[in-house]
């Protein structure tokens, strides 16, 4: 049998806990008519909502939670946003996107062109996520300089991060809002640097992916 | 084993060098160029049974915004976005009409064209973009202020409008200026698309027109 390398596991184990930064977090979630059953062959969609002036849901995150579900239940089958998005131009724009159910439901029956093309991809939920992370309380300050001997930094910076993420569920099936989740997260990274900076980042966005993506798993598939 | 290698370079690997230096100073003191490119989805909606005319006079089919550097911080921009709107607006219309037919000349008393229900004739009356450096907030943005009309091929108006687009690039992260602002364009470009298809229909005196051309109800598809 290999004995174990002690010190060197907890030196490994020590890097890894001082590589990442820490995260605090929290989800909420409401969510009613929940398919037991599984969704079937029935297609989900996931879509960033734009609209506000001031941010922008993430496109990284929006495909981070799409990726959470199809990864955590092979038979769940989600639906790309930009596919989407393209696929019915110009309705989901952020100028023109539906805000609320009602609104979509208008938009199909006036348009067959969309009926058809939802009916052909078999889209059971259309889920919006609305949200964003945002850095905020840097303080700290780091000198760099490059001489012809080489180069280095020096100093010390740290920045905190928030993520607020909620996702609202629709049904097409039962016409209705079945569900809203709700997620934040707030962490705080550190960028010592001795010659070389080195980040100590808090993975803020990531643990806002997992917690909503585990929720929506939880909602959508059979196995949880 | 040990040696050692001398490297002799020639005079021609030295001019070589000089003038990618040279070009590469050179191509430093220039505006920072965007020609926009992008892919532009046809809309997916009922097509109104007309056939469209549309113009797009050479200001337009070649439109380029430059804007020249305030200070020596800053670098002035050319953006080229005349290609990538024709592209843009062929893409759509074809989605939106049953026949789409590019004029020969600009409609007018005498100027012989094809025969069609109207004729679209898209100007861009104006545009501005911002970058980080003008605004200290991480995003490109660019407005656009179109001038559309509608005429009969004679030239008389039906209809005569303005439509705001805008596009921004919410994160420029491991992206130059160029491509952020090409993005950015690409969004504005996006959003006039999506904004003339849903509202085309309800601009008063084109719905009044649409009425008149097919009668009650079609019109209201849209």
Excluded at chain 1, 139 to 161: K, L
Excluded at chain 1, 170 to 186: L, N, P, R, Y
């Amino acid at each position: 049998m290999k004995p174990y390398n002690i010190p060197g596991a907890l030196l490994l184990g020590g890097a890894i806990f001082l590589a990442s930064g820490c995260v605090t977090s929290t989800v909420d979630q409401m969510v009613f008519n929940e398919p037991h059953e599984g969704i079937g062959n029935s297609t989900v969609v996931i879509l960033g909502r734009r609209h506000a002036s001031d941010y922008d849901t993430e496109p990284d995150f929006v495909e981070c939670v799409g990726e959470h579900i199809s990864s955590g239940d092979r038979s769940i089958e989600v639906i790309g946003e930009l596919e989407f998005v393209n696929d019915f131009y110009p309705w989901f724009e952020p100028r023109t996107a539906p805000l609320q159910l009602a609104d979509f439901e208008r938009l199909v029956q006036r348009q067959p062109a969309v009926a058809e093309k939802m009916a052909s991809l078999r889209t059971q939920y259309m889920i919006w996520i609305d949200g964003s992370t945002v850095r905020s309380d840097s303080s700290g300050s780091m000198t760099c300089a490059v001489g012809p001997g080489g180069g280095g930094c020096f100093g010390f910076g740290t920045w905190s991060s928030d993520s607020n993420y909620e996702a609202t569920i629709w049904d097409f099936t039962e016409h209705a809002e079945v569900g809203k989740i709700s997620t934040s997260a707030t962490g705080q990274s550190y960028m010592p640097a001795v010659v070389i900076p080195i980040p100590i980042i808090a993975p803020v966005q990531g643990t806002a992916c997992d917690g909503i993506g585990d929720q929506l798993l939880q909602f959508l598939s059979s196995q949880y | 084993m040990s040696g050692s290698m001398t490297f002799v370079p020639d005079s021609r690997a030295l001019i070589c060098l000089a003038g990618t230096l040279l070009l590469a100073l050179l191509a430093g003191c220039g505006p920072a160029e965007v020609v926009v490119q992008g892919n532009f989805p046809p809309p997916t909606m009922e097509k109104l049974p007309l056939t469209i005319g549309v113009w797009y006079d050479p200001g337009f089919a070649n439109h380029e915004f430059f804007d020249e550097a305030k200070s020596k911080k800053e670098s002035s921009w050319l953006v080229k976005s005349g290609e990538a709107q024709v592209q843009m607006w062929d893409t759509v219309l074809n989605g939106m009409f049953a026949r789409v037919v590019p004029m020969t000349g600009q409609p007018g008393p005498g100027q012989m064209n094809p025969s069609v229900d109207a004729v679209l004739i898209p100007q861009i009356a104006e545009l501005q973009y911002a970058i980080p450096a003008h605004t200290n907030v991480k995003v490109y943005e660019i407005w656009i202020r179109y001038h559309l009309q509608l005429v009969t091929t004679g030239g008389d108006p039906i209809a005569d409008w303005t439509m705001p687009a805008y596009g921004k690039t919410p994160t420029a992260f491991l992206q130059s200026d160029q491509a952020a602002v090409n993005l950015a364009a690409v969004m504005a470009l996006r959003d006039a698309g999506a904004n003339f298809a849903t509202t085309f229909a309800r601009v008063p005196a084109v719905q009044a027109w649409l009425q008149q051309t097919l009668g009650t109800g079609q019109e209201a598809s849209l």
